[in-house]
């Protein structure tokens, strides 16, 4: 349903002195009206018709406007039915904070909270032996979470711990706490740094049932290893978030020193690896 009448809540005219395209001042005022709370995620917008009799302008105006908002991913067209303010992406950062998922969640104001859908002590494939320098077949805890944010599917995460490090895990609870948190404060394990790999892939059916998507949507696949300070791997994960909720933040400083480059970050550098991998990404 299209919310109360637009004229009273955004101003519905084009300056027709400006210097700036209609379509711009169309797709401005619609920002504005998104950005000011007018309309909230799910609410269906004027149509095209209505939109030509409020702005006075033709319907190849409209449609452009209303074509960059949904790269913008503002809105959200569907056929047949119209045009609705879109779900706003959840922000995570990649690189510039040491903080999980979780953690990284309550910052920003969500309440996240896991389903466990699975926590075994397994053995280890060579795939993760590898990534955790391990010798196949050692025992590994397997934990595989679905993490919702006000009940949305968003991540669907496996994460990869060596036994011998932290046995307690294998029986905690992790639905509304932080791995991090457990792992500092109950096996006094602090992750230090990590490597993270980061690639687009298409949602397979498993993935897709459990993240409310259709199979082949967009997810962005998120591989990473943790280490402690003394460079042990403690952790390898496997996260796939959903494409079109889910968005990552980069902060990157670059410092020439005598023919090296060099990142800075919260006061502190780290020499960089060869090639272009991103470093200090967590996400549990």
């Excluded at 500092?184 to 602090?190: A, F, H, S, T």
């Excluded at 980069?250 to 991998?277: C, F, K, S, Y």
Aim: charged fraction near 25%; charge should be negative.
């Amino acid at each position: 349903m299209v919310s109360n009448e637009a004229e009273g809540i955004f101003n519905p005219t084009i300056d027709r002195s400006s210097h700036i395209p209609y379509y711009i001042q169309l797709k401005e005022a619609l920002r504005g009206a998104i950005e000011g709370g007018y309309w909230k995620p799910g609410d269906q917008i004027p149509g095209e018709v209505e939109l030509c009799r409020l702005f006075d302008v033709s319907r190849t105006v409209v449609l452009q406007a209303l074509n960059e908002l949904g790269h913008e991913g503002l809105i959200t067209r569907v056929k047949g039915k119209g045009t609705f303010i879109s779900e706003p992406k959840i922000s995570e950062s990649l690189v510039q904070k040491l903080t999980g998922f979780y953690q990284d969640m309550i910052d920003r104001g969500h309440n996240p909270v896991s389903k466990v859908l699975k926590q075994e002590v397994m053995p280890a494939s060579t795939k993760v032996a590898g990534y955790l320098r391990l010798t196949p077949g050692t025992q590994v805890i397997d934990i595989e979470r679905l993490r919702f944010i006000q009940d949305e599917p968003i991540v669907l995460v496996t994460t990869f711990l060596p036994y011998s490090l932290c046995p307690k895990l294998a029986d905690a609870d992790l639905s509304n706490q932080s791995l991090y948190a457990f792992l500092e404060e109950e096996c006094g394990l602090v992750i230090a740094r990590g490597r993270r790999m980061i690639e687009a892939v298409p949602a397979r059916e498993y993935e897709a049932r459990l993240l409310q998507v259709k199979k082949g949507a967009p997810l962005i696949l998120l591989d990473s290893v943790s280490y402690l300070k003394d460079d042990t791997p403690i952790e390898y994960y496997h996260a796939l978030h959903r494409g079109d909720r889910s968005r990552f933040e980069v902060e990157l400083v670059r410092i020439r020193e005598q023919g090296r480059d060099r990142r800075a970050m919260a006061g502190e550098t780290w020499d960089l690896p060869p090639g272009n991998d991103v470093v200090m990404g967590r996400d549990a």
